[in-house]
């Protein structure tokens, strides 16, 4: 007997597609959770420390990071939950957030490798190296996204109730970004360990508490970051024709302004 068929389509494969963004619903909302959960847990330090205090480049990249993760996760869930997406809204969409999110998670980085800098005394030595990671992983990171979205391939859904949008196809190159964050954050924990011992050793009595807690920060991030980025790319694998990027957006926003306000406080 024939399967039966709903306007061409297998009621098997709906049924899955379903699935799929029921889960990729809750990959959405997560992050936007725990986002929210960060913000409130760190308002007061930012209200006492960040905002009486004079604009600066650092400030502004402090707030970018901040807040732009917000509206990175909020067009995540738009384009997520939302019902009778067009597929040419749903590509414009992703796009841009894509884009934001490379962004965010650029600043992001910039502010942690200030700090590795600072704890290494503002070495220019220091400073070659850290801008050199920077160049290679930003581009890169550029040229994976660029490929990435290439590839995309959104379709209209199945139905005026199918929340989301329904992406039909793209590859795997974003997994290498998460590759990419992994081997950077690697490599600037290692300078920030070595830096750390370094300046602990010969710091003041008065300073081996920021040095502890830069210290310790960046141990804590790296483990955070590193299980995230892993969760991401094993997600990529297991689903890929699904966007996954917004895993990383809160953890890298929430790390890079943690490091800010470490250091201001």
Same mark, same amino acid.
């Given at each position: 007997?024939?399967?039966?068929?709903?306007?061409?389509?297998?009621?098997?494969?709906?049924?899955?597609?379903?699935?799929?963004?029921?889960?990729?619903?809750?990959?959405?909302?997560?992050?936007?959770?725990?986002?929210?959960?960060?913000?409130? %847990? !760190?308002?007061?330090?930012?209200?006492?420390?960040?905002?009486?205090?004079?604009?600066?480049?650092?400030?502004?990249?402090?707030?970018?990071?901040?807040?732009?993760?917000?509206?990175?996760?909020?067009?995540?869930?738009?384009?997520?939950?939302?019902?009778?997406?067009?597929?040419? +809204?749903?590509?414009?969409?992703?796009?841009?957030?894509?884009?934001?999110?490379?962004?965010?998670?650029?600043?992001?980085?910039?502010?942690?490798?200030?700090? !590795?800098?600072?704890?290494?005394?503002?070495?220019?030595?220091?400073?070659?190296?850290?801008?050199?990671?920077?160049?290679?992983?930003?581009?890169?990171?550029?040229?994976?996204?660029?490929?990435?979205?290439?590839?995309?391939?959104?379709?209209?859904?199945?139905?005026?109730?199918?929340?989301?949008?329904?992406?039909?196809?793209?590859?795997?190159?974003?997994?290498?970004?998460?590759?990419?964050?992994?081997?950077?954050?690697?490599?600037? +924990?290692?300078?920030? +360990?070595?830096?750390?011992?370094?300046?602990?050793?010969?710091?003041?009595?008065?300073?081996?508490?920021?040095?502890?807690?830069?210290?310790?920060?960046?141990?804590?991030?790296?483990?955070? +970051?590193?299980?995230?980025?892993? %969760?991401?790319?094993?997600?990529?694998?297991?689903?890929?024709?699904?966007?996954?990027?917004?895993?990383? !957006?809160?953890?890298?926003?929430?790390?890079?302004?943690?490091?800010?306000?470490?250091?201001?406080?």
């Amino acid at each position: 007997m024939a399967t039966p068929t709903w306007g061409g389509i297998d009621p098997s494969d709906v049924i899955a597609d379903y699935q799929r963004a029921r889960i990729k619903s809750y990959m959405r909302v997560a992050p936007a959770a725990l986002l929210l959960y960060d913000y409130l %847990l !760190t308002l007061g330090s930012e209200m006492n420390v960040m905002w009486p205090s004079r604009m600066s480049p650092m400030k502004a990249l402090y707030l970018y990071t901040r807040y732009s993760a917000f509206v990175d996760v909020t067009m995540a869930v738009y384009y997520q939950l939302k019902t009778d997406v067009p597929a040419i +809204l749903c590509k414009r969409i992703y796009s841009i957030a894509a884009w934001l999110i490379v962004i965010g998670i650029i600043v992001a980085e910039v502010i942690l490798m200030v700090r !590795t800098w600072a704890i290494w005394n503002r070495s220019r030595r220091m400073a070659a190296v850290l801008i050199g990671i920077s160049v290679v992983a930003v581009v890169g990171a550029c040229v994976m996204e660029g490929l990435y979205l290439k590839t995309l391939n959104f379709t209209t859904p199945p139905g005026p109730t199918y929340p989301g949008c329904h992406l039909m196809g793209g590859n795997v190159t974003l997994g290498v970004n998460f590759i990419i964050i992994i081997v950077i954050e690697t490599v600037v +924990l290692i300078l920030t +360990l070595t830096g750390g011992i370094q300046r602990f050793r010969f710091a003041a009595t008065g300073q081996k508490g920021l040095v502890s807690v830069l210290y310790r920060d960046g141990m804590l991030f790296y483990v955070y +970051l590193f299980g995230i980025s892993l %969760l991401n790319f094993i997600v990529i694998l297991v689903l890929p024709a699904s966007p996954n990027s917004s895993f990383i !957006t809160p953890a890298v926003a929430d790390g890079g302004s943690s490091a800010r306000l470490t250091v201001e406080t």
